[in-house]
């Protein structure tokens, strides 16, 4: 068997950036792994010309999942094909292609419970394209989620960003308690149970996966100025701050909750192995910022590794063709996945 990991790519919405950026990452590091890109065949092959005439595209029978381990040429990108049902106009998705783009995920995930795949790496979807189609769908965490039947999962993202003015750069995590809902639902979100089940996850993961044998974790408040010793609400003392202290009594190296406009200071930065934050908004904007488009969304709490971009499929880009688009965050999230492999403990063995 190869010893280097078998990694699954899902290439996202089709008439976004994802198929590019699949496509250069797979081949710009296939030093790191064997790459198997899961979407239509046709399309990638025409995007792999435009990128760079020596990428070579074979295709993977889907019935030959359960042998994918077996094909592994380094001069070349296997692809599993889930074909579209109308064209693609870059920049302009199609709920008709919906399907397939969900086909890629189910094919990918089967592969990874399965151990055909050690990790998967997802493009970014238009999740509002999926809705139109009729699909109920929230996101990639909490789709991965549900197919694996995972209990509780934990965005994070990471990435290396700088503390300060000439300050060498440090790896910043941010953990979200909430993912993908309207703010007006996340205050009734926030309880004690499921706060605590977060905090459970994030820290085991961050041991197991990260090798943080004492995870340090700064936790920010709901509302502004962490409400204010109650002025400006109660969730930071009713539901916050005893789910913090009850951790603190088990050992958990966890402080809180912090005002969120201030959580992100350089000496924050400098003490902390991670954030959580209470809502989607609250933290990624900063960790985007700070990492300049090279951040990675890892989900915890899954049985499988997954590790994905920091970005949406900039319908924008896509529009000008093959070239605009930037493949850093793919990339850091293919080699964050190999990391995680071999954390693991290197590739499956079936």
């Known amino acids: 068997m190869p010893s280097l990991p078998f990694i699954a790519i899902t290439v996202g919405e089709p008439a976004g950036i994802g198929p590019e950026i699949a496509l250069r990452a797979a081949w710009e590091e296939r030093h790191l792994s064997h790459f198997v890109l899961i979407g239509d065949f046709n399309l990638l092959s025409e995007k792999a010309q435009r990128i760079d005439p020596d990428i070579v595209l074979k295709p993977l029978p889907v019935d030959a999942l359960d042998r994918a381990k077996s094909f592994h040429d380094r001069s070349s990108l296997y692809v599993l094909d889930c074909p579209l049902n109308k064209p693609v106009k870059p920049g302009y998705p199609d709920s008709a292609n919906a399907k397939s783009v969900l086909a890629t995920l189910d094919l ?10 050690d990790a998967i790496v997802t493009a970014p979807i238009q999740k509002n394209i999926i809705n139109q189609a009729g699909f109920a769908f929230t996101g990639h965490t909490e789709y991965i989620a549900e197919k694996t039947d995972a209990p509780h999962v934990v965005m994070l993202l990471g ?17 979200l308690a909430t993912v993908h809902l309207p703010l007006a639902s996340v205050s009734s979100a926030v309880t004690q149970a499921s706060l605590t089940r977060t905090i459970h996850v994030l820290h085991a993961e961050l041991r197991a996966k990260f090798g943080i044998t004492h995870p340090r974790i700064l936790v920010s408040g709901l509302n502004p100025h962490a409400g204010e010793s109650g002025f400006l609400g109660h969730e ?3 539901i916050i701050r005893p789910v913090i202290l009850a951790m603190q009594q088990k050992g958990v190296l966890i402080d809180g909750p912090f005002s969120a406009d201030t959580l992100f200071l350089p000496h924050h930065i400098e003490a902390a192995d991670c954030f ?11 960790l985007k910022y700070a990492t300049f488009g090279h951040g990675v969304n890892i989900t915890l709490g899954l049985p499988v590794i997954r590790t994905s971009v920091d970005h949406g499929t900039a319908l924008d880009i896509a529009m000008k063709g093959v070239g605009f688009a930037d493949s850093s965050s793919m990339r850091e999230a293919v080699k964050v996945a190999v990391s995680l492999v071999k954390k693991r403990g290197g590739p499956q063995v079936l």
Do not use: C, I, N, W
């Not at 290396?160 to 995590?173: D, V, Y």
């Open 108 to 117: 990918a995930v089967r592969g990874a419970k399965d151990a055909h795949f």
């Open 159 to 175: 990435g290396e960003a700088k503390t300060g003015p000439g300050l060498a750069s440090k790896t910043l995590r941010v953990a």
């Open 236 to 238: 930071e003392t009713q």
């Open 276 to 286: 959580l934050v209470m809502y989607h908004d609250q933290g990624l904007p900063v």
